[in-house]
C-alpha cells in the first residue's frame, strides 16, 4: 500500500505545480499581448491625428497666401483664425518664415522645431515630380510627433501651392503648423482606445507603466508615451489561481480520502482474514485451538512470562486406548469420546489456561500460573482421576487412559519449538513406561531415544556382524595385590557416537529383543578369550530377560562346547530381578548350571530386594556389594554399617563377598579389614581390552601401543 502513496502524491504534487506553472504563464502572455495590442492601438491614433493634422493644414494652407501676397510682416488680422495651432508660418520661396497665425515661439525655435519637416517637404519637392497632372500639396505632405521640453507636438508642413510650373527644385512657399498636445489631448486620444493613464514622460517606463519612445526634432528619444496597461493576465491570475488552490485542495483532500479509503478497506481486510485465521484455527470437531492456535498463545504466554516472571507448563496428551474405541465402536463413537474428553478437561482448567487439540487423540494444555513443578503435578493427577473415569458413548460405558508429557518453563526453556518438544518428548517416555501416567521432561530422556533409534538401526547389525568387542575389568584378591578374575563388559563402538557403554544399550537392546543374541554373542566371546588367561574366572553378566529364556542353559552348554572353556571358570552375574519374577523356573535353571559346574554371582546387592530368603534358596557361590554403598560411604555412617553387615552376612552364609566400584585406599582398607573376599574398582583397575589384559598379567610385554589401546 505505502508503495503506492509516495509515487501517487509525487505525481499529484509534480501535476498541481504544472497547472500553477501553466496559470502562471498564459497570464504573463496575456498581459504581454495586451501590452503590445494597446501599443499598436495607440500608434494607430496617434498616426490619425497626424493625419488629421495634416489636413486640416493642407485644408488651409491656401489661406497663407496673403501671407505670400503681403510679404514683410504677419497681419494681425489672422490672428485666431487658426486656433488649434500653436503655431503656423510661412517659409517663402526667398526662406524667410513668415509667421502665418499667433507664434507661440520665436522664429529660430520654430526654426529649429520645424526645419526636419521643412528639409523632408523639400526632399519630396526634388523627388516627386509636383508638375505632373493631378498632385496635390498633401501628397507631398510631412507630419511628426516631436518632444519639445515636456510636452509632445504635433507638426506637419506642406507646399502651400503648386503653381504648374513648379521644377523640382523646392524652391515653393511651404506651409508648417504644429501644435502643442495638451495632457487634455493625450488623454481624449488615449480614451478612445482604452488606454488607461498615458502621459509624457522623460525616462523609460517604470513599474506597471509601459510606453512608446518619442523623438525630439532631432530624431533622438528623449521621452516616452507611458501609459498603465491593460492586464487581462491579471485577471485571469486573480480567477485562476484561487481556483487552481481549491482545485488542488480538492484532489489533495480526494488523494488523501482515497488513500484512507484503501487503508481503512486494507485493515477491513486484515481485520477479516484475522477472524478466518480465528476460526481457522479452531479444531472442527471440538472447537478447541488446534496446534497453530496453541502454538500462538504458547508464544504470547511465553513472551508474558519472560517480561513478568514465573512459570508455566506445556503438556501433551495421548489417550491410551482411543484406536480401540473407534474400531470397536466405530467413528462416530470416536468423535463422540473426544468432544466428552474435552469437555472434562476443560472442566478441569483455569481461564487462563489453554486446552487443545492437535488432532486424533492428541491433546495440549498450557498451563499458566505455575510456581513450582507441584503445580503441575497436581493437574496432571486431576487429569488422569478425570479421564480415567468411565465415559458414556453410545449408551454404553467405555474405558480409556492417557499419558501426560510435561515440559516446564523455564526449567526447561522458553523457546516454543523447544518445550513442546521437550513435552512430546515426555509423554513419548510415559508411554513406552506403560501408559497411564505423567511424566516430567528430563535431560536423559532426549537421549533414551536418541539412543533408542541408534539401537534400532544399528545394534542388530553389530551383534551379527561382530561389529561389539568386549573389555575386562579385573577382579582382585583382599590385599590388592592378585588378579583372580576378570569381568566382561561389553562395549560398543558405533561409527557416528564412538565408543558407547553399556548402561546406555542394554535396557533399549531388552525392551527391543536384541539382549538374547548380544548375550549369546558376549558369552561366546568372553569364553573364547578366557582361553587365553588359564585359571582365571571369568565372569559375564547376563540380563533377566535372557535369563529367563528358555534355551539359556542350552545355550551356555552349546557355547562351553564350542569353545572348550572350563565350566568352573565360568561365573554367570545375575541381578536379584532374575529371581524375584519367576523364582521356580530361576531356580530350576540354577540348579542346571550349577550341575554344569558353571558359578552364579549374585550382582549389584543391595539396591533391590536383598532380602535373606533368596540367598539361602537360591545357589549363589558369591554376591557382589553394589558400588553404590560406597559411594556414600563416607558421606552416611548407615553405608558403612550396612556394608559391614553384607560382608558378615556373605561370610556367614558361607558366600565369596566381592565389592564393587572401589576407588580410594580408604575404602580398600575399610574392606580388607571387614573381611571381604574380593575387590573390583578403577583403584584397581578400569575394563580394559583384552591386549592390555594381556600386559597386566604379564603375558605380553608392556608397548606403547598396548597401554595406549
Ligand atoms: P555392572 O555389572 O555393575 O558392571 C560394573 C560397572 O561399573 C561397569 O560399567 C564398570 O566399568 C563400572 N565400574 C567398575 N569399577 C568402577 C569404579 O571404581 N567406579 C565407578 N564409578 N565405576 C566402576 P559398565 O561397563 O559401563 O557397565 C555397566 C553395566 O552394564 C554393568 O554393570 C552391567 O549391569 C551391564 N553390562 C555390561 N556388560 C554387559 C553384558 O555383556 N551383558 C549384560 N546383560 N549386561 C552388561
Ligand atoms: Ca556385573
Ligand atoms: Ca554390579
Request: glycine content about 8%; charged content about 25%.
Amino acid at each position: 500500500m505505502s508503495r503506492l502513496v509516495w509515487p501517487t502524491a509525487t505525481l499529484l504534487i509534480l501535476t498541481l505545480g504544472i497547472v500553477f506553472a501553466t496559470v502562471l504563464w498564459t497570464s504573463d502572455t496575456a498581459n504581454e499581448n495586451a501590452g503590445n495590442r494597446q501599443r499598436v492601438q495607440l500608434m494607430a491614433a496617434l498616426e490619425q491625428t497626424l493625419e488629421d493634422f495634416e489636413g486640416r493644414l493642407a485644408a488651409i494652407s491656401p489661406d497663407f497666401a496673403p501671407a505670400i501676397a503681403a510679404p514683410g510682416g504677419a497681419a494681425p488680422s489672422r490672428r485666431g483664425r487658426f486656433p488649434e495651432f500653436s503655431g503656423a508660418y510661412l517659409l517663402e520661396a526667398t526662406g524667410e518664415l513668415v509667421p502665418v497665425a499667433e507664434p507661440e515661439a520665436s522664429a529660430e525655435k520654430a526654426t529649429f522645431l520645424l526645419d526636419p519637416l521643412i528639409q523632408a517637404v523639400r526632399r519630396n519637392l526634388e523627388t516627386i515630380d509636383a508638375s505632373a497632372p493631378g498632385v496635390r500639396p498633401r501628397d507631398l505632405a510631412v507630419s511628426r510627433l516631436i518632444v519639445d521640453g515636456s510636452s509632445l507636438v504635433a507638426a506637419a508642413a506642406l507646399p502651400a501651392a503648386l503653381d504648374g510650373t513648379a521644377k523640382p527644385s523646392g524652391r515653393l512657399p511651404i506651409a508648417v503648423a504644429y501644435r502643442r498636445l495638451s495632457p487634455g489631448d493625450l488623454t481624449k486620444i488615449a480614451e478612445l482606445h482604452g488606454i488607461d493613464g498615458l502621459m509624457l514622460e522623460t525616462g523609460a517606463p517604470s513599474g506597471e507603466r509601459i510606453g512608446l519612445a518619442m523623438r525630439d526634432a532631432r530624431g533622438n528619444t528623449t521621452a516616452y508615451l507611458t501609459w498603465r496597461p491593460e492586464r487581462p493576465g491579471d485577471l485571469m491570475r486573480e480567477r485562476l489561481v484561487p481556483l487552481t488552490l481549491f482545485g488542488s485542495l480538492v484532489a489533495l483532500a480526494l488523494f488523501a480520502f482515497v488513500i484512507g479509503y484503501i487503508r481503512w478497506i486494507a485493515r477491513d481486510l486484515a481485520r477479516s482474514e484475522e477472524h478466518a485465521q480465528r476460526l481457522l484455527g479452531r479444531d472442527p470437531l471440538s472447537g478447541l485451538p488446534n496446534r497453530l492456535l496453541f502454538s500462538e498463545r504458547l508464544d504470547q504466554e511465553l513472551a508474558r512470562l519472560s517480561r513478568t516472571g514465573g512459570g508455566l507448563a506445556v503438556m501433551f496428551l495421548d489417550l491410551d486406548r482411543f484406536k480401540d474405541v473407534n474400531d470397536t465402536y466405530g467413528h462416530q463413537a470416536g468423535d463422540e469420546l473426544i468432544k466428552k474428553v474435552a469437555h472434562r478437561l476443560e472442566d478441569l482448567l483455569r481461564a487462563t489456561d489453554t486446552l487443545a487439540r492437535f488432532g486424533g487423540d492428541e491433546f495440549a494444555i498450557i498451563q499458566t500460573n505455575v510456581r513450582t513443578s507441584h503445580d503441575a503435578e497436581a493437574l496432571a493427577r486431576r487429569v488422569l482421576d478425570s479421564l480415567t473415569q468411565p465415559f458414556e458413548i453410545l449408551g454404553t460405558p467405555v474405558t480409556v487412559g492417557v499419558s501426560v508429557g510435561i515440559a516446564l518453563a523455564p526449567e526447561n526453556g522458553l523457546k516454543r519449538e523447544e518445550l513442546m518438544r521437550l513435552a512430546d518428548t515426555a509423554l513419548y517416555q510415559a508411554k513406552s513406561e506403560g501408559r497411564n501416567r505423567y511424566r516430567f521432561f528430563a535431560s536423559q530422556m532426549d537421549e533414551t531415544i536418541r539412543m533408542r533409534k541408534t539401537v534400532e538401526d544399528d545394534l542388530r547389525q553389530a551383534i551379527e556382524q561382530d561389529g561389539l568387542c568386549l573389555h575386562y575389568q579385573p577382579i582382585y584378591s583382599a590385599d590388592g595385590k592378585t588378579i583372580v578374575g576378570l569381568e566382561a563388559l561389553v562395549r560398543w563402538p558405533h561409527h557416528k557416537q564412538g565408543l558407547i557403554n553399556p548402561a546406555r544399550f542394554i535396557s533399549i537392546a531388552e525392551e527391543r529383543g536384541l539382549v538374547i543374541p548380544l548375550g549369546e554373542w558376549v558369552l561366546r566371546r568372553a569364553c573364547q578369550d578366557g582361553l587365553r588367561w588359564p585359571g582365571l574366572r571369568i565372569a559375564v553378566n547376563v540380563s533377566p530377560i535372557q535369563f529367563r529364556h528358555r534355551d539359556f542353559v542350552t545355550s551356555v552348554m552349546r557355547v562351553l562346547k564350542e569353545t572348550g572353556f572350563e565350566p568352573n571358570r565360568l561365573e554367570i552375574e545375575l541381578t536379584e530381578g532374575v529371581v524375584v519374577e519367576d523364582a521356580d523356573a530361576a531356580e530350576a535353571a540354577m540348579m542346571e548350571l550349577r550341575a554344569l559346574g558353571v558359578n552364579l554371582a549374585l550382582d549389584d546387592f543391595g539396591t533391590g530386594y536383598s532380602s535373606l530368603i533368596y540367598l539361602r534358596r537360591f545357589a549363589f557361590d558369591k554376591i557382589k556389594i553394589d558400588r553404590s554403598f560406597l559411594e556414600s560411604m563416607e558421606a552416611t555412617g548407615e553405608s558403612a554399617i550396612l556394608v559391614h553387615s553384607i560382608v558378615h552376612l556373605g561370610r556367614a552364609l558361607g558366600l565369596t563377598v566381592t565389592a564393587e566400584g572401589v576407588e580410594t585406599k580408604e575404602q580398600h582398607r575399610f574392606l580388607q579389614a571387614l573381611g571381604c573376599h574380593q575387590l573390583q574398582g578403577y583403584l584397581f583397575s578400569k575394563p580394559l581390552p583384552p591386549d592390555e589384559i594381556d600386559v597386566l598379567l604379564g603375558l605380553a610385554p608392556r608397548t606403547e601401543g598396548a597401554s595406549a589401546a
